[in-house]
């Protein structure tokens, strides 16, 4: 999983190579995905680094230098890369702020979705059916990328993503606001369309394969499944979020004039 978070960012336009550069992207507040950093002692330059990602919540990976110049080759990145994000973050109460006078919330919460192109999907059916905003955790998930940007068609621009270091705080944080916390896992209690989701809400969708983590499931309100007739037992997290994000449209639409 996070050697295909890191393939698909191996352009040279999104990294920024060297520790001046590097020092710079953190002090202007530059949208950044993670820091790789060459193992060894950390001196110097490097630690300065290495504490203001930390400071900033941006993930640092500590890896052998040969891995630096395969993701940069033929730079001086002494040591040290920068990826950048295809789009800033925002913070989970800057979703909520934006939320209008009278309307009720809708998130969709993404746990551990490790595919850009599901991630870009889920973007795009996010802007589509007027959520709010996505959460993704910082780690064990794809970032915001061009190959994310790319496959949410342009929705990237439109849909805030906040990016939060634990899953199961902010469930609660959320909770503690009035929000529902709906889960979708294959064994859920009720299917999707019988369960009510007309109020304040906040979708979970598991990871690919993983479904949701222990943690994350003990903190939903609920859990709803999706009616699966053949042979194949799961969807696409792209399509189950879209479904689920549609029907919590198609149960608000006495208030949307459809």
Excluded at 185 to 209: F, M, Q, R, S, T
Excluded at 216 to 222: A, G, L, N
Excluded at 232 to 240: F, K, R
Aim: hydrophobic fraction near 45%; glycine fraction near 10%; charge should be neutral.
């Amino acid at each position: 999983m996070r050697e295909n978070i890191l393939k698909e960012s191996a352009n040279l336009d999104d990294i920024i190579a060297g520790r001046n550069p590097v020092k710079e992207a953190l002090r202007s507040g530059r949208p950044i995905n993670k820091i790789m950093i060459a193992e060894g002692v950390l001196t110097g330059p490097l630690l300065e680094i290495f504490a203001a990602a930390r400071a900033g919540s941006i993930p640092v990976q500590k890896v052998e230098r040969q891995r630096l110049e395969k993701f940069a080759p033929g730079t001086a990145h002494q040591g040290v890369l920068a990826f950048l994000a295809a789009k800033e973050y925002v913070e989970v109460d800057d979703i909520l702020e934006g939320v209008s006078p009278g309307e009720a919330p809708l998130l969709i919460i993404l746990d551990e979705i490790s595919d850009p192109h599901n991630l870009g999907a889920i973007l795009r059916s996010a802007d589509a059916a007027g959520a709010h905003g996505v959460v993704i955790p910082r780690r064990r998930s794809a970032p915001l990328t061009p190959t994310v940007a790319k496959a949410s068609a342009g929705a990237i621009e439109y849909v805030k993503v906040a990016r939060v270091a634990n899953l199961p705080q902010t469930i609660e944080g959320l909770k503690k606001k009035g929000l529902w916390i709906i889960g979708a896992e294959a064994n859920g209690e009720d299917l999707y369309w019988d369960a009510k989701l007309d109020g304040p809400l906040a979708l979970v969708i598991g990871g690919e394969g993983k479904g949701l983590g222990r943690l994350v499931k003990e903190r939903c309100d609920s859990i709803v499944r999706l009616p699966m007739n053949g042979q194949v037992n799961s969807l696409n997290a792209s399509v189950a979020a879209a479904l689920l994000v549609y029907e919590v449209l198609r149960q608000r639409k006495k208030d949307l004039n459809l």
